[in-house]
């Protein structure tokens, strides 16, 4: 009985082309592999994306939260037509992004969440899920919206994406702005990097384990500090919680 429901429960995925591993030296020198994941390493990756929904900052907290359930629901067969994608330097996650297809022509672009800072890294597995939907599934346009300053600048400005706002987008129902196969064309030489195929020892590597990553965003000692930072001028904001700051002396 429980089995059969089960079976109604769970969306029958399209037969999906996998993305081929790349390589890619970052800025430091270090060598990231970008590969597709399935479910079964789903399990590896929940345990590094679950702290970043206590980050505040820089929207880590909303994007985190929608992220585990994405990849639960992915986990779980409560999603249609999913992929994830790991960004990975020496095996440590760098970054995860996903998505969906809707249609044959059709994407949906889901999250990019960057678990180390500073190496465009977040960009660069930006990039990739873009090459998926483009060049692997042969998709027409990609739907996108950000939930943060950074995702706008990195995503609506870079890519120079087009407005699609009379198209809800499936995170939360915002207006979303579309990835043409034209804008992917004129970005491909300057926004996607990476080489083929990946060597044998570093995608090894990066199959034999996710490992945690070494330098991830961490909460701010205050909780809720950097909304309230954000409309107030004298730091108080800062204050952990129960403290008041002194009021300053009004001069007569
Ligand atoms: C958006 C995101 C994926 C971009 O990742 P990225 O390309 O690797 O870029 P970073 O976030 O590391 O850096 C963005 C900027 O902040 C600066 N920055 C912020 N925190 C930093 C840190 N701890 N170390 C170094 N640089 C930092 C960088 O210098 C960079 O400046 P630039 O835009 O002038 O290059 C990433 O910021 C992220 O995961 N944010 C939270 C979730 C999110 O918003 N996702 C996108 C949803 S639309």
């Known amino acids: 009985m429980s089995i059969d429901l089960e079976k109604i429960l769970r969306p029958v995925d399209s037969p999906m082309p996998l993305y081929p591993p790349k390589y890619m030296t970052l800025a ?9 994941v399935g479910r079964e390493e789903i399990p590896q990756i929940l345990p590094h994306v679950e702290p970043l929904i206590h980050v505040e900052r820089d929207f880590y907290n909303i ?13 779980c067969h409560r999603v249609q037509d999913e992929y994830v994608l790991v960004a990975q330097v020496n095996g440590e996650l760098a970054a ?4 969906r297809m809707v249609s044959k022509d059709v994407g949906m672009s889901y999250h990019t969440l960057a678990l180390k800072r ?18 692997i599934l042969g998709q027409k346009e990609v739907l996108i919206v950000a939930e943060s300053p950074i995702g706008f600048r990195r ?4 890519y120079k994406l087009e407005k699609r706002f009379e198209i809800p987008h499936e995170l939360g129902g915002p207006p ?6 034209e804008l992917f064309d004129a970005a491909r030489d300057t926004l996607l990097v990476g080489r083929r195929p990946v060597p044998e020892a570093a995608l090894a590597k990066a199959k ?8 991830p965003p961490t909460p701010a000692a205050d909780f809720l500090a950097a909304t309230r930072s954000q409309y107030d001028s004298t730091g108080t904001a800062l204050l952990p919680p129960g403290k008041t700051a002194q009021k300053p002396k009004r001069s007569e």
């Not at 060598?31 to 597709?36: E, L, P, S």
């Not at 979303?176 to 196969?181: E, K, P, V």
């Not at 034999?208 to 330098?215: E, K, R």
């Open 155 to 158: 995503w609506m400005i870079e």
């Open 63 to 75: 994007v985190a939260a929608r992220v585990y359930a994405e990849l639960l629901g992915y986990y």
């Open 208 to 215: 034999a384990g996710i490992l945690p990553p070494i330098d």
């Open 96 to 99: 995860v992004v996903n998505g």
């Open 118 to 135: 500073g190496e465009r890294i977040g960009a660069h597995a930006f990039a990739a899920k873009m090459e998926y939907h483009m060049d």
């Open 176 to 181: 979303s702005w579309a990835l043409t196969r």
């Open 28 to 36: 430091s020198g270090e060598t990231m592999v970008v590969r597709q």
